[in-house]
Each structure stands twice: as C-alpha cells, then as structure tokens.
Nanobody
Framework: QVQLVESGGGLVQAGGSLRLSCAASGRTFSNYAMGWFRQAPGKEREFVAAISWSGDNRYIARSVKGRITASKDNAKNTVYLQMSSLKPEDTAVYYC??????????????????WGQGTQVTVSS
C-alpha cells in the first residue's frame, strides 16, 4: 500500500521559514517524480515544485521561485520542501504527490496518482 505522509506544517510569522517533509513508502519510486502542491481556502490546487526520485530533475513554480527549494533523502525515502521568506499568501494545505516519469518534466498535473493527506501551513502577518 502506497503511503505519502506529509509533516512539518504549522503556524509561522511572515518572513519565517518552514521545511515540509513527505515520507514515501509502499513501492519503489525510482521512476517517479515527487510533486508538491498547495490549496488555499476557496482556491484551486496549485503546483509548487517537483523533484525526480533520482534528484536529477527539479522544477520550482515561478510564483515561489527564489523562496522554495525541493530536495530528497534517498536513505529516508523522504522528499522535502524548504520554504523561506514566507508570506501570508503562502497559507494553504500543502500536499505531496507522486507521478510516473514520462517524457517531460515536471509531469503533467493529471499524472500524479498518489497523494498524501496534506499538512497545513499558516503564515501570519
């Protein structure tokens, strides 16, 4: 059974930092890309970042570029989303997801077949 479990969310003041973790289990992810998405209340889900399981490919959405990085730890089967200079508009539930790698990177959003339960990030002004 595939499981993606996010952690690390919380309440932080504007300008602060958080590191989200996503622990993956239940299958081999060597040919998968791991994505991060977020959804704020009343808004559509938004792609944030992606990293291939090999770590060779990384992509950060333009809206957060310069403030967010994606990384992974193979030994721990865990991917991370490091967020800094947080703004109130970063407030959302953050999800990690897994998609089989195809011809392009990052994978099309529709290809993410496994999802975590999400972790809440709240940035106060």
């Amino acid at each position: 059974q595939v499981q993606l479990v996010e952690s690390g969310g919380g309440l932080v003041q504007a300008g602060g930092s958080l590191r989200l973790s996503c622990a993956a289990s239940g299958r081999t992810f060597s040919n998968y890309a791991m994505g991060w998405f977020r959804q704020a209340p009343g808004k559509e889900r938004e792609f944030v970042a992606a990293i291939s399981w090999s770590g060779d490919n990384r992509y950060i959405a333009r809206s957060v570029k310069g403030r967010i990085t994606a990384s992974k730890d193979n030994a721990k089967n865990t991917v991370y989303l490091q967020m800094s200079s947080l703004k109130p508009e970063d407030t959302a539930v953050y999800y990690c997801a897994a998609a089989i790698m195809g011809h392009g990177f990052p994978p099309d959003n529709a290809l993410y077949s496994y999802w975590g339960q999400g972790t809440q990030v709240t940035v106060s002004s």
